[in-house]
């Protein structure tokens, strides 16, 4: 139950763009609203933004917010985050997680840095 | 936003001897439906977080029952009945009842 996989992290210079995907299986993504949570290194748990089950609704942190938009194609089972004016400060693990927060990726790590 | 403060940080425990975790909020987490949506995660070393508990006392699937979750309103505790090696983890409570927001975790340490 609750198979995500995310993907799309990486190394990536300040003030550029990244696209993060999470591939949802084993269960009805296209019922489930959606989050985006990150982990700074050594750090504890961050909301990020999450997405309603049909994509209509969204809502951000103030941290984020204006620079990261959350997506989902439900008939892909998958769920975005497309990343831009990236910060030192957004270096992190991202895990996509269920709406519920019982269903949890293994994470991907996204570096900004020069 | 509501603040979630967890105490201690830190646990240092014994196998087989019990362990409690609390967490409070700064606001009342009883949603207009009625729920308190508390959570309690469990992350292991390495590990992606695991849900434990959600609306403060429901354990899910899998998770022994020496787990257990307390509270209400703005008071929550996660205890332990008899700690084993395989909990060494970081224990984070977090609230979705305005929002999101997550304590800044407890480090079990065996």
């Known amino acids: 139950q609750f198979h995500l996989v995310e993907s799309g992290g990486g190394v990536v210079q300040p003030g550029r763009s990244l696209r993060l995907s999470c591939a949802a299986s084993?269960?009805?993504?296209?019922?489930?609203?959606m989050h985006w949570v990150r982990q700074a290194p050594g750090k504890g748990l961050e909301w990020v933004t999450v997405?309603?089950?049909?994509?209509?609704?969204?809502f951000y942190s103030d941290s984020v917010k204006g620079r990261f938009t959350i997506s989902r194609d439900n008939s892909k089972n998958t769920l975005f985050l497309q990343m831009n004016s990236l910060k030192p400060e957004d270096t992190a693990v991202y895990y996509c997680?269920?709406?519920?927060?019982?269903?949890w990726g293994q994470g991907t790590l996204v570096i900004v840095s020069s | 936003d509501v603040v979630m403060t967890q105490s201690p940080l830190s646990l240092p425990v014994t196998l087989g001897q019990p362990a409690s975790i609390s967490c409070r909020s700064s606001?009342?987490?009883?949603?207009?439906?009625?729920?308190?949506?508390l959570n309690w995660l469990q992350q292991r070393p390495g590990q992606s977080p695991r849900r434990l508990i959600y609306?403060?006392?429901n354990r899910d699937s899998g998770v022994p029952d020496r787990f257990s979750g307390s509270g209400s309103g703005t008071n929550f505790t996660l205890k332990i009945s008899r700690v084993e090696a395989e909990d060494a983890a970081v224990y984070y409570c977090?609230?979705?009842?305005?929002?999101?927001?997550f304590g800044q975790g407890t480090k079990v340490e065996i």
């Open positions: 977090m609230q979705g009842t305005h929002w999101w927001t």
């Open positions: 084993e269960f009805t993504f296209s019922n489930y609203i």
């Open positions: 997405i309603s089950s049909d994509g209509s609704d969204k």
């Open positions: 609306k403060v006392s």
């Open positions: 997680a269920t709406g519920d927060y019982k269903g």
């Open positions: 606001e009342s987490l009883v949603y207009s439906d009625g729920n308190t949506y």
